[in-house]
């Protein structure tokens, strides 16, 4: 059963720069898309950053030369290394998967990742 579970969420300032971990089990597919998403309530979920199985990255534009995506296989980790945070990147952040050939699209406006966790809130003040 996949799980996917999220740490790391907190209240910064701006120009902060925290770690967001997801450590993932039970996956659904062979070849993967692992990444992140985001949501402000009332507004639509966005795709921030996905990595593939063979370590291709593609970032959205709003956080592209910001947020990277590093990964820990050895731990089945994968992170959200965040830089430069401004109050606008406030939002609940959630791990995602889905599979490999997906990886192309499911970074974006209404990303639709076919898996994601629980989330963890990140704050960002002026």
């Known amino acids: 059963q996949l799980q996917l579970v999220e740490s790391g969420g907190a209240s910064v300032q701006s120009g902060g720069s925290p770690r967001l971990s997801c450590v993932a089990s039970?996956?659904?597919?062979?070849?993967?898309?692992m990444g992140w998403i985001r949501q402000v309530p009332g507004k639509e979920r966005e795709g921030l950053a996905a990595i593939d199985s063979d370590g291709r990255t593609r970032y959205s534009d709003s956080v592209k030369g910001r947020f990277t995506v590093p990964q820990d296989k050895t731990n089945n980790t994968l992170y959200l290394q965040m830089d430069s945070l401004k109050p606008e990147d406030t939002a609940m952040y959630y791990c995602a998967i889905d599979s490999y050939s997906r990886c192309g699209v499911v970074v974006g406006p209404r990303s639709d990742f076919s898996f994601w966790g629980q989330g963890t809130q990140v704050t960002v003040s002026s």
């Open positions: 039970g996956y659904p597919y062979r070849d993967l898309c």
